[in-house]
């Protein structure tokens, strides 16, 4: 066969989060084909919603991760601008940006075109410089010219295990904590009582509470986090509820993101994620954009 003729092997791209997804986009622009692999049934990562239905029959999307975010970064402007411009983001009057009608209308715009595996987690890297392997959990394999890992770090940690990461490039990695989160999120019916329409929204219960809560079984959690808002009885407290979810986040936000923007472990594989770029007083949203492009401009040139 000529050589000439053999399609290119695609960039892997591993979770389609904000920092995967801007990093399929660079890679897009430049003409690169991508494959994306996502363990969860939707794309967006931290930026997640649930519908619930209200008193009004019908469903409302509640924002269960990130409700908005801070655009510091210049050179995200015009990122941010054309999808202002696309009526996918919206300015609040205190200048953070959301997206509508919920958080995941973003990472749902910047995922049109690619080929995202939605429901398949990676479970496994392995190759060499050139031909990269993952196989995931529904048996399927799939060869790349290179690897991008997008998930928070004790994640990509576990893929990198048959890699042989540098002992240093782990410790490293290794370094980087992330504070837990919880958000409770409550629809309530037109006969709730003073107390159960307290519980309406979406509400964070904060990093201690989370913790606790990520070590209960889920009927015992949602409990729990009802109690943490003040309800004396929960299972009262539900009766006048119409759609009640707990959202529990291991991985909510990074304590003290590291200074670079990416790092490459391997020939053509690299770990990006908002757990980089911690020295530019940026928010997590804007770290992983930004660091999901670093990542890609790491393997296509500048
Ligand atoms: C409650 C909450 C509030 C927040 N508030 C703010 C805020 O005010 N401002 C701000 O800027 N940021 C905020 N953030 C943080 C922000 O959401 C994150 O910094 C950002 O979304 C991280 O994007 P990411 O792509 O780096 O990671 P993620 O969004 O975590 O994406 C990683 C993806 O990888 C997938 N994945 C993991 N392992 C695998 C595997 N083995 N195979 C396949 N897929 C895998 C995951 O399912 C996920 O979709 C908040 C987050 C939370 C949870």
Redesign the pocket.
């Known amino acids: 066969m000529n050589p000439h003729s053999a399609p290119r092997l695609p960039v892997l791209i591993?979770?389609?989060?904000?920092?995967?997804?801007?990093a399929a986009r660079e890679l897009g622009s430049r003409n690169s084909s991508v494959v994306i692999?996502?363990?969860?049934r939707g794309?967006?990562?931290?930026?997640?919603s649930r519908r619930l239905t209200d008193r009004s029959g019908s469903e409302r999307s509640l924002?269960?991760?990130?409700?908005?975010?801070?655009a510091r970064a210049p050179e995200l402007g015009e990122f941010w601008s054309s999808e202002r411009e696309a009526r996918v983001l919206e300015s609040g009057e205190d200048g953070?940006l959301r997206a509508v009608p919920a958080m995941t209308a973003l990472p749902k715009k910047l995922a049109r075109g690619f080929d995202v595996r939605l429901g398949?987690?990676?479970?496994k890297l392995t190759g060499s410089a050139g031909a990269w392997t993952l196989s995931?959990?529904t048996g399927h394999t799939v060869t790349g010219r290179a690897v991008i890992l997008?998930?928070?770090l004790p994640?990509?940690l576990?893929?990198l295990e048959s890699l042989l990461l540098g002992a240093a490039d782990r410790t490293h990695l290794e370094s980087v904590r992330y504070l837990p989160?919880a958000?409770l999120l409550a629809t309530a019916s037109a006969q709730a009582t003073p107390e159960q329409a307290a519980l309406e929204g979406a509400h964070?219960l904060g990093a201690e509470t989370a913790e606790r809560l990520l070590a209960l079984d889920e009927e015992s959690a949602l409990h729990a986090a009802l109690r943490a808002r003040g309800a004396q009885d929960p299972q009262a407290a539900m009766s006048g509820l119409l759609g009640v979810r707990l959202?529990r986040?291991r991985?909510?936000?990074?304590v003290a993101p590291l200074p670079e923007s990416h790092l490459v472990v391997a020939p053509g594989v690299v770990v990006?994620?908002?757990?980089f770029l911690g020295d530019r007083g940026?928010?997590?949203?804007?770290?992983?954009?930004l660091?999901?492009q670093a990542a890609a401009r790491a393997l296509s040139g500048p």
């Open positions: 591993i979770g389609a989060g904000l920092s995967g997804l801007a692999f996502e363990k969860a794309v967006g990562g931290r930026l997640a924002d269960s991760g990130c409700t908005d975010f801070a953070r398949d987690r990676v479970l995931t959990e997008s998930c928070p994640q990509s576990g893929l989160e958000v964070r959202q986040w991985y909510s936000q990074v990006c994620g908002d757990a940026l928010e997590g949203v804007e770290r992983a954009v660091s999901g």
